[in-house]
């Protein structure tokens, strides 16, 4: 039902904490598609062995193109009904995806938001940040996407593409793809994805 997609560029430090988040999902109903940017590190190596262990792991190895193109790919290439994007340095809790799928078999959705937290454990110098969605409905309420913009922004709406997930034939219909050769490309995305979108929640 749900791809896991994840583009990553030379991050073979970090790849293997995300697996092991996403070994340990109590719903095993999912797939994880990579892109392989180019890395020179041994972030490739690291995902084919992975491939081995996991045939629910999908790797394609390309020429290093940038975020935008990467993520660009993992959408014409995701067969699933819904896609989430997720980058090297995430990692899901463990029942994230059973959360996730259970309330999307409940009601349809363009996109589904979910809040977040930053996790700067190797860092010193940095305090926790808690990404929690504060908006004047309830939970799983199916809303138009302007009309949740309206209202819950700003403390109800973030632009990272990596807290929502995204109804994949919604993304292929209305032909919303990344900016590329840019940085900060989410934020682009995301406001013309919620602008667009008929059907949105959040959990």
Not at 87 to 104: G, Q
């Amino acid at each position: 039902m749900v791809t896991v997609f994840t583009p990553t560029y030379n991050r073979a430090h970090l790849l293997p904490k995300l697996y092991r988040s996403l070994q340990t999902q109590t719903c095993k109903d999912f797939e994880w598609l990579i892109i392989d940017d180019g890395s020179t590190d041994r972030s490739g190596y690291i995902l084919d062995e992975s491939t081995i262990l996991d045939k629910r792991i999908s790797v394609i190895h390309q020429d290093n193109a940038g975020l935008g193109v990467a993520r660009n790919i993992g959408i014409d290439r995701t067969s699933s009904e819904y896609v989430m994007f997720l980058d090297s340095d995430d990692y899901l809790e463990p029942n994230t995806v059973k959360r996730l799928t259970s309330v999307l078999q409940e009601s349809e959705y363009d996109i589904l938001y979910f809040g977040a937290k930053n996790d700067y454990e190797d860092e010193i110098d940095f305090k926790d940040v808690e990404y929690t969605r504060k908006c004047p409905f309830d939970d799983e309420t199916v809303v138009s996407g302007r009309y949740y913009f309206d209202n819950a922004f700003p403390e109800g709406y973030f632009d990272s593409a990596c807290m929502a997930v995204y109804r994949t034939n919604f993304l292929k219909d209305t032909h919303l793809r990344f900016p590329e050769g840019v940085l900060h490309e989410d934020n682009l995305f995301s406001f013309q994805a919620i602008m667009t979108a008929e059907r949105v929640g959040y959990i």
